[in-house]
């Protein structure tokens, strides 16, 4: 039933459960309706930034935000790229470790998904060796709104990031009576790919001003 | 497979020890109460910080205890407390907690861990907000909105520690909220019984519903404003912060927007309003409906109403910033959205003016309350009907008109809700009833001190009585008439805050000498009163969840035996 039939539900009439299966047989998984519901949070939380990096860059300086010249762009080193990869690849990595659990094949999966982990941490680490090339050149964070934003929105990002890859350690080995390993790859690899598009388009902000 | 939470395969885990029920406990009944006793008391260190303030707006000097600098300190950290620590942890973390599994006929929240780790999330944030009153220079004095630069620059009080205490336990607090928010959505979701369908749900889990969904998307901004604003005071960024003058040295900080705060701020402000206001709701519509003894009038229109009402209250919310200086077009934006909103909520108020129409009322505690409240919530709502056109707004900001206007619609509102709901539950909850004639007392007191407190604010905030002053001293504008009100305001306070024992006596005898409640003393239909305990036991429902075969509101249907039918009662 869609969403705007069951709100027009006409709950007063019909006592009764003729026609209502039982919602065990139908219903999403809760962890995966709970995933979602938190990709949703973090979406809200990296869309605000991206405004207010956008009118602190003073495109709305005839509204009182920000004058419009203090904005002066961080340089694009190629460690941008060579991370973007790695996250990448560490996506691929999930997304093979998603199939595998899929088609049963347990030893190759958790390979995939160690795989993705360490890809995610090499990924955090060149983060990190970023930051200290920003530093080395001078690019502190106090020095300008356009390195205050750098900062702010990778460390934000790394740390759901981070938040991914303890997840991940956990994933490939359910706990008995919980969920099966299946289930978890597959919320896992959600999250990364979600983590990537969250990602470029940091990139492209980044890139583009 | 009808006896599983949607998909919840682990078997219920009962604690053994004391700790593991009653400390660590993942039931989310233990962690209602959790939150409400902590919810509470730190509402209580508001209470006392407002009757100081009315010491000395009521009778200016007379206890020099009283700083100037205080003053501003106790109106910032009472404004954040009443807001966020009390009003949205006791509706959401409160009744949200311990209504929404009952309510849907689930056994425990989705994620009885998470949920665990959310209260003690807030608790640490409570610990860390308090802790404010005990670092050096006291807690900020900014106004519970905080805004920079005042909030973060010499001259403002706790602007060195205060102000991080106060952002740190901010941004705990939405952690803890997003832990618990997730839950009560992704369980209502999830976990509704055989039969639950979304439109059999009470109106109280609707408005819980719909606030957490809210709360999710607009307690991000609190954070992030909170961040940004840590990071320009403790590491000299800009993002706030412009360019200042001080004592012929100009800062380190320079182009910041300020009114990027305030649209980060309000953006959740303003939806945090019917974060507090929609649970309210929700609760009283049940409340009136089980008392008056008939269904909800209009429920879909009430359902629709309040999901329209949630998401249009996003956006509205730089009706607060009129005066901030905004591009003309867009105040006309927003006062038109503001008033639109008027529309759905009118909508809910005539359908509980229905509800009562013609009902078999019964005026126990519980309904008296929710009386209250249509009263004080009609009343700041045509407040708010000035409040929402700039050019009515320009010259009433800031005053006590506003003071006035928000008591009513968002204090003392659902204040009124939680005190009636409180007093509705209690049963279930101890299994034990309360006194009806202090109960009585107690409502009698709290609802005519209230009108004597806010109604006479929006008269001396028609005459330019300012908002946020420590005194007025001489002025021409204020009559003396405005002080003899502001006496008799205060005396109501204190009034009212001397009633509150009376509450807090009845519960606390009643827990432990109240007669013994029966399991559905008002005879209402929904779930959580047909529990086969009560208080309802660890997994709430013994061997089998209900299977529901109606709505919640089938009061005094002709032809039946008894004047409500149970959500579980099948046709016949
Ligand atoms: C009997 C109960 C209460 C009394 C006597 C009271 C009294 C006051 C007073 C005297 C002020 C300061 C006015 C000024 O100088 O600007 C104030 C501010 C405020 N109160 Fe209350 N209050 C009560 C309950 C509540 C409740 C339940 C709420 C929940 C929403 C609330 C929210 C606020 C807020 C948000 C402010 C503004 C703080 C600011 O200006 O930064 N109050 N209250
Ligand atoms: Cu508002």
């Not at chain 1, 709305?60 to 690849?89: C, E, F, S, V, Y």
Request: contains cysteine; glycine residues 10%; aromatic residues 14%.
């Amino acid at each position: 039933m869609s969403l705007i039939a069951r709100l027009a539900e006409k709950s007063w009439q019909n006592p009764g459960i003729d026609g209502r299966s039982d919602p065990a047989d139908y219903r999403p998984p809760a962890a995966k309706v709970g995933l979602v519901a938190f990709m949703g949070v973090a979406t809200v939380i990296f869309t605000l930034l991206s405004a207010a990096y956008l009118m602190r860059m003073g495109i709305h300086g005839n509204m009182g935000h920000g004058t419009a010249g203090d904005w002066r762009p961080l340089p694009k080193p190629p460690q941008l790229w060579i991370n973007t990869g790695l996250l990448a690849l560490g996506c691929l990595a999930w997304e093979a470790a998603r199939r595998l659990a899929r088609s049963g094949e347990a030893a190759p999966m958790r390979s995939a998904a160690a795989l993705g982990n360490g890809l995610g941490v090499l990924f955090l680490l060149g983060q990190l060796l970023l930051w200290r090339h920003y530093q080395a050149g001078g690019y502190f964070l106090a020095a300008n709104p356009a390195n205050a934003f750098f900062y702010l929105l990778t460390a934000l990002h790394g740390l759901h990031l981070a938040g991914g890859v303890i997840a991940g350690l956990h994933a490939p080995y359910p706990p008995a009576g919980g969920h099966d390993a299946r289930l978890r790859i597959q919320l896992c690899a959600i999250y990364w790919h979600f983590l990537l598009l969250v990602w470029i388009v940091l990139l492209v902000l980044l890139l583009s001003t | 497979m009808a006896t599983t939470i949607a998909d919840d395969l682990r078997p219920m885990h009962h604690p053994k020890t004391w700790a593991g029920k009653y400390v660590w406990s993942q039931d989310h009944k233990v962690i209602a109460i959790q939150y409400s006793l902590t919810a509470i008391a730190v509402g209580l260190v508001a209470l006392v910080l407002s009757v100081l303030m009315r010491l000395q707006l009521g009778f200016p000097g007379a206890y020099s205890g009283i700083t100037p600098e205080n003053y501003l300190q106790y109106v910032s950290m009472h404004g954040m407390i009443m807001v966020v620590y009390l009003l949205t942890a006791l509706l959401l973390g409160g009744f949200g907690n311990y209504l929404i599994p009952l309510m849907v006929g689930a056994r425990d929240m989705v994620f009885p861990f998470v949920n665990m780790l959310s209260y003690w999330i807030y608790l640490l944030s409570v610990v860390v907000l308090l802790s404010g009153f005990f670092v050096p220079g006291g807690p900020t004095g900014a106004g519970w909105t905080l805004y920079p630069p005042q909030a973060i620059s010499e001259g403002t009080p706790g602007h060195q520690w205060g102000i991080v205490t106060m952002l740190v336990s901010l941004a705990i607090f939405v952690v803890a909220f997003t832990m618990g928010g997730l839950n009560y959505v992704t369980t209502v979701l999830q976990a509704r019984t055989r039969g639950m369908t979304l439109m059999r749900m009470p109106l109280s889990v609707w408005g819980i519903f719909i606030a957490s969904i809210m709360g999710l998307l607009a307690f991000p901004a609190l954070f992030v404003a909170a961040v940004m604003m840590l990071l320009d005071h403790l590491a000299g960024t800009s993002f706030f912060m412009p360019a200042m003058q001080s004592m012929g040295q100009t800062s380190q900080t320079m182009g910041g927007s300020p009114i990027l705060f305030q649209h980060l701020f309000w953006f959740f402000g303003h939806p945090e309003v019917y974060i507090v206001a929609l649970p309210a709701f929700g609760i009283v519509s049940d409340l009136i409906s089980v008392h008056a003894r008939k269904n909800i009038f209009g429920y879909r229109m009430m359902v629709w109403a309040i999901v329209i009402i949630g998401g249009l209250s996003f956006v509205v919310w730089a009706h607060h910033m009129y005066v901030s200086g905004m591009n003309p077009y867009f105040g006309y934006f927003f006062a038109t959205s503001t008033l639109i909103i008027a529309i759905p909520t009118a909508i809910k108020v005539y359908n509980w003016l229905l509800t009562l129409w013609r009902g078999d009322i019964h005026l126990r505690v519980p309904m008296l309350f929710a009386l209250g409240f249509i009263f004080t919530f009609i009343h700041g709502g045509l407040s708010g009907l000035f409040l929402g056109n700039v050019s009515v707004d320009v010259p009433l900001s800031d005053t006590f008109f506003v003071v006035g206007h928000f008591h009513m619609v968002m204090g003392v509102s659902p204040i009124l809700v939680i005190f009636g709901a409180i007093y509705h539950w209690y049963p279930k909850i101890t299994g034990r009833m309360w006194n009806d004639a202090l109960g009585k007392i107690h409502f009698w007191i709290t609802f005519l001190g209230v009108y004597v407190i806010y109604l006479p604010m929006h008269y001396i905030g028609i005459l330019g009585v300012p908002r946020r002053y420590y005194a007025l001293g001489e002025t021409g504008f204020i009559p003396q008439s405005v002080h003899t009100a502001n006496e008799m305001i205060s005396i109501a306070a204190f009034v009212v805050f001397a009633g509150q024992a009376v509450f807090f006596y009845n519960m606390i005898h009643s827990y432990f000498w109240g007669p013994k409640a029966e399991p559905n003393p008002w005879g209402a239909a929904s779930l959580e009163w047909q529990t086969p305990e009560t208080p309802p036991g660890h997994g709430n429902w013994g061997a089998h969840l209900p299977i529901v075969y109606r709505w919640a509101y089938d009061y005094s249907v002709p032809g039946a035996a008894r004047d409500f039918i149970p959500q579980t009662e099948p046709p016949s």
